[in-house]
Nanobody
């Protein structure tokens, strides 16, 4: 069964950093791109960053250049390093990929930023 799982969320003060990790069972990230999204209370889910199967990365303007996404093929993990976090970054963060036209999402990890 293919699954994604996020970890690394938590509470951080404004200006602080967190590193999120997305791992998987049954999905090889080296063969599939992966995206990070976030959803704050009362707001729509928004795309944050993507690492393509070939390794190219893209970022939403709201997080560039504070966030950095990369993939570790040996660990089969994708990381999202978030720096200079601000209260508006607080949200549940999700990783997402598509395999043969089917989308997979993790359950999300909460990021809370105190001002």
């Amino acid at each position: 069964q293919k699954q994604l799982m996020e970890s690394g969320g938590g509470l951080v003060q404004a200006g602080g950093s967190l590193r999120l990790t997305c791992t998987s069972s049954g999905i090889r990230f080296s063969a599939n791109g992966l995206a990070w999204h976030r959803q704050a209370p009362g707001k729509q889910r928004e795309w944050v960053a993507t690492v393509a199967a070939g390794g190219a990365t893209r970022y939403a303007d709201s997080v560039n250049p504070r966030f950095h996404v990369w993939r570790d093929n040996d660990a089969n993990a994708v990381y999202l390093q978030m720096t200079n976090l601000q209260p508006h970054d607080a949200a549940v963060y999700y990783c997402n990929t598509e395999v043969r036209g089917r989308a997979y999402w993790g359950p999300g990890t909460q990021v809370t930023v105190s001002s």
